[in-house]
């Protein structure tokens, strides 16, 4: 019981992304079957469409537009400070730090990990590893999205009965691009909503907020 | 992230598995389509339509072997390339592209006497 007390956060978004990926499978087989009917063709089963490229496409798409999200706000609030918010370092903070204040190398802590402790490429990796985590899971999710999204429109394009594209064709097609920035677009106003909206507003017991009382001045400080 | 990392991995094996993909088969649908209208075995070619193909060729009053005997398609000749993509799949042949789709039965016609027109659907005397 303490050990789910202590990862109720993750456990709880697990859950919920196991819901909600089983809810677009679904809803998805059930779209893509009455384009079936209406095309003249055979509806397919549950697991014939999520090893379909048009499942795959929905899903990498997502993915990647969120995966930039955390990296752009990652690598961001590194360099740029917004005054007011808690999702910012305070002004004239700027920058990856010192190592005193990183508590790394000599002045790494009993509890620091083992990697923190070290110099050199060892320390450099760990010490952006959760950037480059983000930004290869984005990587690989927006080639992922290139290549599904490659097969799943050259099928519809050959139910069209015209001829299919290569992939660097589709990557510079209207529809890549379409399916890339209306994700992005989303994800960065969610992101600009979360850093400005935090200056003036509280969420009383989140981490993700100024504490109630805080003024609206207050730069980095978490409640 | 490691319910990340399997998921991922498994997106990866799906794209694996949906890249190798099997030409033969359409190819010898399309081959056989054609030696079979080209030997006026009309019925047989019908029924190597889709269902919705093979409805809407014939005019009221006739059959599909009747309409598909009368659009004197010429003949295909060798295969010269195949393109498959999910459940679809295009046949070019030296005189004829063919279009075609897979059912759990197998690969079905469902259009043939296709000539391009640039970036828009193709022309075909026989479609859906």
Same mark, same amino acid.
């Given at each position: 019981?303490?050990?789910?007390?202590? +990862?109720?956060?993750?456990?709880?978004?697990?859950?919920?992304?196991?819901?909600?990926?089983?809810?677009?499978?679904?809803?998805?087989?059930?779209?893509? +079957?009455?384009?079936?009917?209406?095309?003249?063709?055979?509806?397919?089963?549950?697991?014939?469409?999520?090893? !379909?490229?048009?499942?795959?496409?929905?899903?990498?798409?997502?993915?990647?537009?969120?995966?930039?999200?955390?990296?752009?706000?990652?690598?961001?609030?590194?360099?740029?400070?917004?005054?007011?918010?808690?999702?910012?370092?305070?002004?004239?903070?700027?920058?990856?730090?010192?190592?005193?204040?990183?508590?790394?190398?000599?002045?790494?802590?009993?509890?620091?990990?083992?990697?923190?402790?070290?110099?050199?490429?060892?320390?450099?990796?760990?010490?952006?590893?959760?950037?480059?985590?983000?930004?290869?899971?984005?990587?690989?999710?927006?080639?992922?999205?290139?290549?599904?999204?490659?097969?799943?429109?050259?099928?519809?394009?050959?139910?069209?009965?015209?001829?299919?594209?290569?992939?660097?064709?589709?990557?510079?097609?209207?529809?890549?691009?379409?399916?890339?920035?209306? +994700?992005?677009?989303?994800?960065?106003?969610?992101?600009?909503?979360?850093?400005?909206?935090?200056?003036?507003?509280?969420?009383?017991? !989140?981490?993700?907020?100024?504490?109630?009382?805080?003024?609206? !001045?207050?730069?980095?400080?978490?409640? | 992230?490691? &319910?990340?990392?399997?998921?991922?991995?498994?997106?990866?094996?799906?794209?694996?598995?949906?890249?190798?993909?099997?030409?033969?088969? &359409?190819?010898?649908?399309?081959? #056989?389509?054609?030696?079979?209208?080209?030997?006026?075995?009309?019925?047989?070619?019908?029924?190597?339509?889709? #269902? *919705?193909?093979?409805?809407?060729?014939?005019?009221?009053?006739?059959?599909?072997?009747?309409?598909?005997? *009368?659009?004197?398609?010429? &003949?295909? %000749?060798?295969?010269?390339?195949? $393109?498959?993509? %999910?459940?679809?799949?295009?046949?070019?042949?030296?005189?004829?592209?063919?279009?075609?789709?897979?059912?759990?039965?197998?690969?079905?016609?469902?259009?043939?006497?296709?000539?391009? $027109?640039?970036?828009? &659907?193709?022309?075909?005397?026989?479609?859906?």
């Amino acid at each position: 019981m303490r050990w789910i007390r202590e +990862n109720a956060l993750s456990l709880t978004f697990m859950t919920l992304f196991v819901l909600a990926l089983a809810g677009q499978a679904v809803a998805g087989m059930l779209e893509f +079957n009455d384009q079936q009917l209406v095309n003249g063709l055979q509806p397919v089963s549950l697991l014939a469409y999520v090893t !379909s490229s048009a499942f795959a496409v929905d899903v990498s798409e997502n993915w990647q537009s969120e995966y930039l999200q955390f990296l752009l706000f990652i690598m961001l609030t590194v360099w740029l400070v917004q005054k007011g918010s808690p999702e910012s370092k305070r002004p004239g903070e700027e920058g990856p730090g010192s190592d005193e204040e990183q508590l790394v190398g000599p002045y790494a802590k009993p509890g620091s990990p083992a990697w923190a402790r070290v110099t050199g490429p060892r320390l450099h990796l760990f010490g952006n590893s959760l950037g480059l985590a983000m930004g290869t899971v984005f990587v690989l999710s927006w080639l992922a999205q290139s290549v599904s999204g490659l097969a799943a429109g050259n099928a519809q394009r050959l139910t069209d009965l015209r001829d299919p594209i290569s992939w660097g064709a589709y990557i510079t097609s209207p529809e890549f691009w379409n399916r890339s920035l209306q +994700n992005w677009q989303s994800e960065l106003l969610a992101v600009l909503s979360m850093v400005v909206l935090s200056i003036y507003l509280r969420q009383r017991g !989140s981490p993700e907020s100024k504490p109630v009382g805080a003024p609206h !001045s207050a730069t980095g400080i978490e409640g | 992230m490691r &319910p990340m990392r399997t998921a991922l991995a498994a997106l990866a094996l799906l794209l694996a598995a949906g890249c190798a993909v099997d030409t033969a088969a &359409p190819a010898r649908a399309a081959a #056989r389509f054609h030696a079979a209208v080209a030997a006026h075995q009309d019925e047989a070619a019908c029924a190597m339509l889709t #269902r *919705q193909t093979a409805r809407k060729l014939p005019d009221p009053g006739e059959t599909c072997a009747t309409a598909l005997g *009368q659009l004197r398609l010429g &003949p295909g %000749g060798r295969v010269t390339s195949v $393109e498959v993509w %999910g459940d679809d799949a295009l046949v070019r042949l030296a005189g004829d592209t063919v279009f075609l789709h897979r059912f759990t039965d197998g690969w079905r016609v469902r259009a043939a006497g296709c000539e391009p $027109e640039h970036d828009l &659907p193709y022309d075909c005397e026989v479609e859906d």
